[in-house]
């Protein structure tokens, strides 16, 4: 069952704001928020008389460029407070991200920045057709990720029925999707797929035996091909979502049903995409980093924060009606790149490779090694079910294909293994896709 393409828009006077307009509120609540962090931040402050600015010099969007940069590096070096621009007894929430690397990362959140964050939540989950008569199971999970609190906040906020399951005991999450006749979804994409799987494995069909319509997918990268099969698989439409602990969890932009990009809450963030070399800023329309400034935000405000994401900003109008910038798929990371014999590998690359052939499933992983200082790939990929009896020479065809394909995308040549259907692990959070032995 699939969500009618109504396009309900929890705050229009916000999301559908003239282009103008909306400046104007940027303007004001960037100056805010600037004198803010310059008085009550002592990074901010001293980093900005190094540049010799003062914040009445910064009086609309089109001076951000002269603002310091935030990093990852910034949050971990004052770890945990050093950031707060507000007295720690105002803060009401700490949320954190494990990373990749080293120590956690939080993000301090006031009573007010809480408030943001969840109607930044509910405006995706309407924008994906989600409603008061809603029942929507959370299977991101609990605790210090904002994935599963952030899509509680947002789906109890516009009054939907909320189940809060967490992620993991699948089967369980099943049968109370059946029982309780879940219409969205709310968790990581490959959470959803492997969700779907087993839905097929228990002998369900979506169609008949669940209510689902459509869900909010996030937290990790994806592709359309994905999205296709998850679509299929539950028998819904699959929006994305996007955020990050350091700017406000998810919410910070989202897909409405034409999916066509991901909506910006402007009026709360402030992005821009930049040259991640030269540090530049980049037009629209041109792949980039993406960078952060949040506008509204009291705990723990952040000044052009470096995401390290990177996708493309667009600002054609959209069909729903909301007049914000919207923003591409993620197709990488900066930090995620890997260097493999001097060339730069994003598994993106190789995703998009793997869902081009046929018999294979979305589900792979990258392992990099080197051996007497010559670095290796291997990917390893999962048949699908119905390819697993094929003949010697059919899984050999569909091997050449890959290697092929992986050679002319990606550059590089890649040993390839085809593994049996579901023997690479499942993630019920975000997916790791990369074993990079040569850090260890
Ligand atoms: O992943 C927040 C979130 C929860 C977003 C639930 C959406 C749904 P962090 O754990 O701080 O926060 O990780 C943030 O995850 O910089 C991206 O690299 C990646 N990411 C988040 N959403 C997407 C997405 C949450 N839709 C980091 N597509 C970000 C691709 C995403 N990558």
Redesign the pocket.
Known sequence: MKAPKTHNIYSPEYECMSRDALRELQNERLRRVVKHEYDNVAIYRERMDAKGIKPEDIKTVDDLRYLPFTNKTDLRDTFPFGLLAVPKRDIVRIQG??GTTGKP?VSGYTENDVEVWTEMVARAIVAAGGGKDDIVQVC?GYGL???GL??HQGATRIGAMTVPMSSGNTQRQILMMKELGSTML?C?PSYAIYIGETVRDMGLDPKKDLRLKSG???????TEEMRQRLEELLDIDAC???????IA????SFECLEKKG?HVNEDHVIPEIIDPVTEEPLPYGTAGELVFTTITKEGMPMLRYR???ICVLHDEPCACGRTTVRMG??TG?TDDMLVIRGVNVFPSQIESVLVSVKGVSPFYMLIVDRVHSTDSLEVQVEIEENSFSDTVSALENIRNEISEKVKSVVGISAKITLVSPKSLPRSEG?AKRVIDNRKL
Do not use: N, Q
């Open positions: 991200s494990s990362i991101y990720f904002t994935g952030g899509a709310c990581t909010c997918f996030g937290a990790e990268p994806w994305d979502i996007y955020g990050l602990t350091e969890g998810p919410g910070v991901m995401t390290h994401d798929r993620i990371r975000k």
